[in-house]
């Protein structure tokens, strides 16, 4: 099957089970080159199965993954190199300082060391972590931690991202910069894979957005259908993965109050 050449990431009829549970089931789906696109469902509906496959730490058991017109199953040594990973929950050694971790991470790619630090100082400030840069990671906050794995995403120069709940301890100034980091990824032609459960976010930076509800994808849209139309992804999450009698619920529970 020969790819468009603009296709960064393509999924076709993924299955993935643990213990004989679907996290996906036969789904297929493609990103574009220069596209943020954004993977909303609720919490166990696929996401983190989806971009753990894309990077690597999990094979579908059928169908296939293509990242950069290569597969999953066979050229992840490739598409590793090019592609920067924020995971849910990102374990970093804990008794090492945020500069000592990015240096180990150079040194494992191989890039040239000192030219990742400097780049590290500029983010550092942009992300208002510099005076924590020798400070061991235990001793840090959530935020902090986590701004430490965005910058190893960032300093490994990707073509590609992979974001899973990336403003997960993010505070407000920190979660603004994020954006504008994305932003401006993207106008250099950087694709974006954002899996969220948060659609604020999403509809300010996506221009592609994806529901994703019990392994399935259960809607598709693009940013003509929902730009300058606050609410309508809302509403038309609800009306695909949220309960229909959510309101009838709501109602009735203060109802109980009086």
Not at 96 to 110: F, G, Q, V
Not at 200 to 227: H, P, Q
Request: charged share 25%.
């Amino acid at each position: 099957l020969q790819l468009h050449p603009y296709t960064m990431i393509e999924f076709r009829n993924v299955t993935k089970s643990y213990q004989a549970k679907a996290a996906l089931d036969s789904i297929s789906f493609s990103i574009e080159k220069g596209t943020a696109c954004g993977y909303i469902g609720p919490n166990g509906a696929g996401k983190t199965t989806s971009a753990r496959i894309i990077v690597g730490l999990e094979k579908p058991d059928l169908g296939d993954v293509t990242v950069l017109g290569k597969s999953v199953l066979s050229e992840m040594g490739y598409i590793k190199k090019r592609v920067g990973y924020v995971p849910e929950s990102p374990k970093l050694y804990e008794s090492l300082t945020p500069r000592e971790t990015i240096a180990m991470a150079s040194l494992l790619r191989k890039d040239r060391v000192s030219g990742i630090m400097n780049r590290l100082d500029l983010l550092s400030e942009i992300f208002l972590f510099k005076d924590t840069l020798h400070k061991p990671l235990h001793t840090l906050s959530k935020g902090t931690k986590q701004k430490v794995a965005i910058s190893l995403a960032l300093l490994s120069d990707p073509e590609i991202l992979i974001l899973d709940e990336p403003t997960d301890g993010l505070d407000v100034q920190a979660v603004s910069t994020l954006k504008q980091l994305i932003k401006s990824f993207i106008s250099r032609e950087g694709t974006v894979f954002y899996s969220s459960h948060l659609l604020d976010i999403v509809e300010g930076i996506c221009s592609k957005v994806l529901f994703i509800d019990k392994g399935k994808i259960a809607g598709e849209y693009l940013e003509k259908d929902f730009v300058n139309r606050r609410g309508y992804l809302e509403q038309e999450l609800t009306e695909h993965i949220g309960a229909k009698n959510e309101q009838q619920l709501i109602d009735e529970f203060f109802g109980h109050a009086d």
